[in-house]
Structures are given as C-alpha cells and as structure tokens.
C-alpha cells in the first residue's frame, strides 16, 4: 500500500487511487485503523455507454483497451448491493462529479464504519 499526500493545503492522503472492488474495502480499512487512519470510499457509479465513451476519449494508456473486459468489470460493480452513502452519480460532468465526491466526503458519507462494510 502507498500514501500519496494531497495536494498543498489538502487535508487527506491517497492510499489506493484506481479501482477497488467493494468485498476489499474491510481489508483497507482495517490496514488504515492500523495506522489510526480513517478509511473512506467512494464508488463513482454511471452506465457502460458513459464508461466507455469516458475511457476511450483519454487516448492511448498502460495497456490496449479491450471492450469485453471493460464491460465485465463494469458488471462486476454494476450488479453489487452498495450501500448508497458511497455512490455517486458519475453520469455528470467530471468538475460535478468531483464536487458531488468532495461534498460527500466532508459531510461523512464516505467513511467506512462496520456498519457499510
């Protein structure tokens, strides 16, 4: 696991950035209550179409973006029972999206407790 600190003047540091599947998030933070770190998460949750087409307009990446993969792990999430506190509707613009995560981080919704695990 690595920490990658916030930008200047943040108050919160990154230990995963990228996917995360929601059975893995125990394991996280208890890691995190081991370091007395509070564990949050959040699940950016949007159609396949919207996925997609916001994957594929990044340009070239690390690996060839394959669809049928890419549509199997969307499955994987979109067939969970999540607990809505974490989702967020990442239909909308990125600039929404961001702030739409950022409200529900300060307000607490993000922070996992036994009861979201």
């Not at 307000?107 to 979201?116: E, K, M, N, S, W």
């Amino acid at each position: 696991m690595s920490a990658d600190p916030g930008g200047p003047g943040q108050d919160y540091t990154t230990v995963v950035s990228g996917h995360l599947f929601p059975n893995e998030v125990a394991g996280l933070a208890a890691a995190c209550r081991k370091k007395g770190l509070l564990c949050h998460y959040a699940v950016l949750s949007a159609d396949l179409d919207t996925c997609w087409e916001r994957a594929t307009a990044r340009g070239p990446g690390r690996w060839p973006l394959v669809f049928e993969p890419f549509a199997k792990v969307h499955a994987q999430f979109a067939g969970l029972q999540l607990d809505d506190r974490h989702v967020i509707d990442a239909t909308k613009s990125p600039n929404a999206v961001s702030d739409a995560v950022l409200t529900a981080y300060r307000a607490g919704r993000l922070t996992v407790t036994d009861q979201t695990i």
